[in-house]
Every structure is written in structure tokens, then in C-alpha cells.
């Protein structure tokens, strides 16, 4: 068990629709990642958060934003969902916010888009 | 912008046969880290190397970080079925970059 709390574990949706994963990190930990992975693809990084303040973007699509509440609870949202936004949806955490601290990744949330 | 590459995409090996994957950055690292995603599973951190030409052993798994930082390694040796799973390697730039860039991962798969 990482600590890292996502969910759901399962999303179904169709096209257009708009979704909200949630991600509570490990406990002591200020800062969070997400990431997308398509089936039998990479790690693809979209946003890190660090104690509510947006840190570092990546390929991250205007359709999608993210926000790290005061309880450092974090949420992707994904809007306006298209077929390809179907993949696995990762939450990390680290202690701090420097490229040097392991993250420590949740179980993920798996996103279908009929 | 910073990029890791990893290679091989896949491999497949007999039990018993020793596996390796490579990573290589067009850039100076301050830190390589290693993560192993079991089927079905999510990325798990197996070991983070900071120093120039550092060596680091966990039972059957060697990593190596080069003298030059750019360019690290995992070797497996006499494979089990349990070793099966897809290993990243994760760069951290240090500075102002917190976020980590991970290689598209190498895919293994072990034939008992």
C-alpha cells in the first residue's frame, strides 16, 4: 500500500462529458503528479502541484485542468471527453517538490470513454 | 525540452537468462530513479542513484548511474517469472524542475 488514495477506481462515460478524478496524497507529503497512460504506453506527465501552487506542466490538454485543495487533496478534472482520453489516470505524491524525491503512485483511475 | 530515452521497448527472455535496459538523457541528470509496474499494477520506486558512476545492488537487480550522469542502467540477473513487468527510468533535472521525466519504459517478459 503506497498511501496514495485515488478514486474512483473505475470511470465509464461518453463522449462530451466532463469528470472529476480525486487523489489524496500520502500523509506528510506537499506535493502531487498526475499522469496518463494509454494502454501499453509510458507515463505521460500532466501537472504537479505543490502545497496548492501549480509547479510544473506537461502535456497536459486544455480540456483538462487540476487543482490541490488546502488539504492537499488534489483533483484532475477532464472536459468536453473524447475516445482518446480513454487510459489510466495516476496520481503521485513526493515529500517536496524538487525532481530529486521518489513518488509514490496510486492505484490509478481507469477511464472509459464509450 | 528534457528527454529520456529508454531501450529496449520489449524484451523477452527464457527464466534464468540475464535482462538489461538502458537509459540515456541528452542532458546532465542530478538524479536517476527506477520504478517496476506489475501488470494490472502501478509504477513502484525501486531505487533513486545521485552520484557520478554509482552502483547500487538489490539482490539480483544492478543499477548503474554513468560517470557522465546521463546515462543509467538496469541489469537483471538469472531472471524469475516473478521479475515480469515494465521498468521505467525517471530523470530529475534538480533547479527549479520538480517534476520527474520518465523513459516510455522497457516491457518484460519472462517464459518459465
Known amino acids: 500500500d503506497s498511501g496514495v488514495t485515488q478514486t474512483p477506481k473505475h470511470l465509464i462515460t461518453a463522449t462530451g462529458q466532463r469528470v472529476t478524478l480525486r487523489c489524496s496524497p500520502r500523509?506528510?507529503?506537499?506535493?502531487v503528479y498526475w499522469y496518463q497512460q494509454s494502454l501499453d504506453q509510458g507515463l505521460q506527465f500532466l501537472i504537479q502541484y505543490y502545497n496548492g501552487e501549480e509547479r510544473a506542466k506537461g502535456n497536459i490538454l486544455e480540456r483538462f485542468s487540476a487543482q490541490q485543495f488546502p488539504d492537499l487533496h488534489s483533483e484532475l478534472n477532464l472536459s468536453s471527453l473524447e475516445l482518446g482520453d480513454s487510459a489510466l489516470y495516476f496520481c503521485a505524491s513526493s515529500k517536496e517538490d524538487r525532481g530529486n524525491q521518489p513518488q509514490h503512485f496510486g492505484d490509478g483511475t481507469r477511464l472509459s470513454i464509450l | 525540452g528534457q528527454q529520456v530515452m529508454q531501450i529496449p521497448q520489449y524484451q523477452h527472455v527464457q527464466e534464468g537468462e540475464d535482462f538489461t535496459t538502458y537509459c540515456n538523457s541528452s542532458?546532465?541528470?542530478?538524479?536517476i530513479q527506477w520504478y517496476k509496474q506489475r501488470p494490472g499494477g502501478h509504477p513502484v520506486f525501486l531505487i533513486q542513484?545521485?552520484?557520478?558512476?554509482e552502483v547500487k545492488k538489490q539482490k539480483r537487480l544492478t543499477f548503474q548511474f554513468g560517470e557522465a550522469k546521463k546515462n543509467s542502467s538496469l541489469h537483471i540477473t538469472a531472471t524469475q517469472t516473478t521479475d515480469v513487468g515494465t521498468y521505467f527510468c525517471?530523470?530529475?533535472?534538480?533547479?527549479?524542475?520538480?517534476?520527474?521525466?520518465f523513459g516510455k519504459g522497457t516491457k518484460l517478459s519472462v517464459k518459465p
Open positions: 525517471a530523470g530529475g533535472y534538480g533547479g527549479s524542475q520538480g517534476n520527474l521525466i
Open positions: 500523509s506528510g507529503d506537499l506535493s
Open positions: 542532458t546532465t541528470l542530478s538524479n
Open positions: 542513484l545521485v552520484k557520478s558512476g
